[in-house]
């Protein structure tokens, strides 16, 4: 996720876009493969990869926390017994946003300050003495998606001395090898510069489970123009925040586009929602509005079937080409009512899981929060949403 306030608005706006638009892939009543040639499925669903992801169920992102630059503080901490509340309120696994490449010497070496060693250890440590799963990456390395190429020799240079310090720790640690590519960073470029990370990290941890992230910001509908080596302990990673304009209500960094507040979930609204005339909304936001306010619930863009489709499309995705997806990130920004955001992560989580797919909320305190830190408990309806009645 992205919510670093540096971040321009358009940006934004192309991914709200994105998020709003099902692919008729997604809608298709039957999977039809179409991913290039060069990607061959995996016949064995007992794989190495397969059986990591069962360690991968219900994870809580620590977003806004290891991904921030050095000198700026967006205001997250995470002490020891944090990673205890997390297993105890039935997470399984985090996933650990990190922003290696701000601690990376010069060319050619890169060498990583002990610093971010120092601060990913105490994570990966404490999260692996309560019998969390980890899952670490690289996040926000704005120069690999606006220039993959001349970003490369840094992006593998890190991914060698991750691999090397880690190589020793137990299998519940992970590889995610990029967070969320886009710009420059499309898919088919990606393609073989994840394929020699993934040789880079197999020289020190040849048993290691990586994780591998399509471009489009990590969106389903890229899955279609993945390629990935013939690698029986590889798991792919998709991010899903539909419906967007509920979801992203209210964010100051993610563009003019999400700027009405007062959206609920789910649709319609028992009193229409008129906003405010000097937000100069534009056609395609009044529009979604319009639905949003209209449409009976079973076609409400306000409801799960922003997202049901899209989730029933990565299983059968999964099911052919034989690797295991797991939901890197879902989840509501704080704009939004407690009801509302309780009723969304209830329905996106049963719609995860009804297609048996892992899934992973951003995040667990900052602005998309699950814990509420002042009062050590979740956010009012956030348990029951997650892990209520869970399967």
Not at 84 to 92: I, L, P, T, V, Y
Not at 194 to 219: D, F, M
Request: glycine share 6%; net charge neutral.
């Amino acid at each position: 996720m992205k919510t670093n306030i540096k971040i321009i608005g358009t940006v934004f706006s192309l991914l709200a876009f994105q998020c709003c638009v099902i692919e008729a892939a997604t809608n298709a009543a039957a999977f039809t493969p179409s991913n290039p040639p060069g990607m061959q499925p995996l016949a064995n669903h007992n794989s190495p990869a397969w059986r990591a992801a069962r360690m991968f169920q219900h994870g809580a992102n620590l977003g806004n926390y290891l991904e921030t630059p050095p000198g700026q503080n967006w205001g997250i901490t995470v002490s020891a017994d944090e990673f205890a509340a997390m297993k105890r309120e039935g997470f399984d696994h985090v996933r650990v946003p990190v922003g290696w490449h701000h601690y990376a010497g010069a060319a050619p070496d890169f060498t990583l300050a002990p610093e971010i060693f120092s601060r990913v250890d105490f994570v990966v440590t404490n999260a692996l003495a309560n019998q969390l799963a980890v899952m670490i990456n690289i996040h926000h390395f704005d120069e690999l998606d606006k220039d993959p190429a001349k970003a490369t020799a840094e992006f593998l240079a890190i991914w060698r001395q991750i691999a090397a310090h880690y190589k020793d720790f137990p299998d519940q640690l992970v590889f995610e090898l990029d967070n969320e590519p886009h710009g420059k960073a499309t898919t088919a470029l990606m393609n073989p510069i994840h394929a020699r990370a993934i040789a880079e990290i197999r020289q020190s941890n040849p048993h290691r489970t990586i994780v591998v992230e399509p471009g489009g910001w990590g969106g389903i509908g890229e899955l279609k123009n993945l390629i990935l080596p013939p690698d029986d302990n590889v798991m792919v990673s998709v991010h899903c925040y539909d419906p967007f304009y509920f979801t992203h209500q209210g964010a100051s960094w993610a563009g003019p586009d999400t700027k009405a507040t007062g959206i609920q979930f789910p649709g319609p609204p028992a009193k229409p929602l008129v906003p405010d005339a000097s937000l100069d909304l534009k056609p395609w936001v009044v529009d979604w509005i319009k639905k949003y306010n209209t449409l009976p619930a079973d076609k409400n863009p306000s409801s799960p079937l922003a997202f049901t489709d899209k989730l029933k499309f990565v299983r059968a995705w999964s099911d052919y080409y034989g690797y295991p997806v797991h939901l890197g990130e879902f989840g509501s920004y704080t704009k939004a009512d407690p009801t509302s955001r309780a009723n969304f992560y209830a329905a996106f989580r049963r719609a995860a899981e009804a297609q048996k797919i892992g899934w992973c909320i951003w995040d667990w305190s900052a602005g998309f929060r699950y814990w509420d830190k002042s009062n050590q408990r979740p956010l009012p309806g956030m348990h029951a949403a997650l892990f209520g009645g869970l399967n």
